[in-house]
């Protein structure tokens, strides 16, 4: 029996079933996650899931989003169906220290079975079942394999479809990181074949833009963007107290590391934000000769995907550029000068 067999047999076999997603949910996270959902849902099982915290306005279209508990809003609605589950999906995440403290504690304290499905590197051995694909371009992806190679394709439909399809274009970039493979347009025909409206997704996610979110991203590249010749790397950051002169909503910054990283000549790109207490990261890279995951895992207690990487520091955000300055030559400088 394949994986995806077993994962399927699992499914039927379980009474309540609990789907997890790493913290600071992102497209692929969200997406995976609904469309795993609609895909039990249609297996005549039904099934809850549970983030650690809320996914970002910007997704607040896509169907079944509201049904999402989070650990901010429903502990202890989250702590009794922990200790209901009798099997937990692990989505988009390769250890338990990617849910926050609240749900590692409940995800390591439940003894039903766990099934990770994940792409990023270097997975812990938590799970029951582990379908860790780090080839594959997005947990979306990975979603859709279940679903064809468990001979369930039939079963596609727009429900389902949707948000795997916004999973695997948030997660590529809109196609265009090198992680993009013949098979993954090969399934996303399978998804439009299915009814799911792609130029619809395109249009939630991209003209949705609030005045404010339009002010912070302007005020960003106007006067926070640096750029450093010399080592083909854009740098931006925002303190707590920019954020908040302009009304700041979760997902308002995630397009400008995107931004920096399309200037011409630039080859990596970094976003500093001020929140929570400490200063978040974001790197972005180009081409495999530019890896930003080994200076996130090796300085900023972070790591993930050569070419997109996140991370944090617990100093000052002057500290933590000063910082990141005096790395950028020890990572970046022989190779871009090359």
């Known amino acids: 029996m394949n994986q995806y067999l077993q994962i399927v047999h699992e499914i039927k076999a379980a009474n309540y079933i609990v789907i997890t997603a790493h913290k600071s949910p992102d497209g692929d996270s969200v997406g995976s996650s609904l469309g795993l959902l609609h895909f039990i849902e249609k297996l005549g099982k039904t099934a809850v899931i549970c983030h650690p915290d809320p996914a970002p306005d910007f997704l607040s279209w896509l169907e079944g989003i509201d049904q999402i ?58 799970a029951t079942i582990t379908v860790s694909e780090t080839e594959v371009c997005s947990t979306a ?102 954020l908040v002169k302009y009304n700041y909503q979760k997902g308002d910054t995630d397009a400008l590391v995107n931004i920096a990283l399309s200037i011409k000549g630039v080859k990596v790109a970094m976003f500093f934000s001020e929140r929570d207490g400490m200063i978040k990261i974001s790197f972005r890279s180009k081409g495999k000769e ?22 944090m520091s617990e100093v000052s955000m002057e500290a933590t550029l000063e910082k990141v300055k005096s790395l950028i030559p020890q990572y970046f400088g022989e190779k871009l000068e090359a």
């Open 141 to 242: 992806q990975l979603i859709c394999e279940l679903i064809i190679q468990s001979d369930n394709t039939y079963l596609f439909n727009a429900a389902i479809g949707t948000p795997l399809y916004l999973g695997i274009l948030t997660d590529t970039g809109s196609f265009r990181f090198p992680s993009v493979q013949p098979r993954t347009h090969q399934i996303l025909a399978i998804l439009l074949e299915a009814g799911v409206k792609h130029h619809l997704i395109h249009e939630n996610l991209n003209d949705n833009n609030t005045l404010s979110r339009l002010k912070l991203q302007g005020y960003a590249l106007s006067e926070k963007l640096e750029v450093l010749p010399e080592y083909q790397v854009a740098i931006m950051s925002l303190t707590n107290e920019e």
């Open 69 to 126: 508990l989070t650990i901010t809003n429903n502990q202890p609605a989250i702590e009794l169906l922990f200790e209901q589950a009798d099997l937990i999906f692990c989505l988009d995440y390769n250890g338990t220290d990617r849910v926050g403290k609240e749900m590692q504690a409940l995800l390591e304290k439940a003894t039903c079975k766990k099934i990770m499905i994940d792409h990023h590197l270097n997975p812990q051995d938590f």
């Open 290 to 311: 530019n890896p930003v995951n080994v200076l996130a895992s090796d300085h900023f207690s972070g790591g993930g995907h050569a070419n997109a990487s996140g991370g």
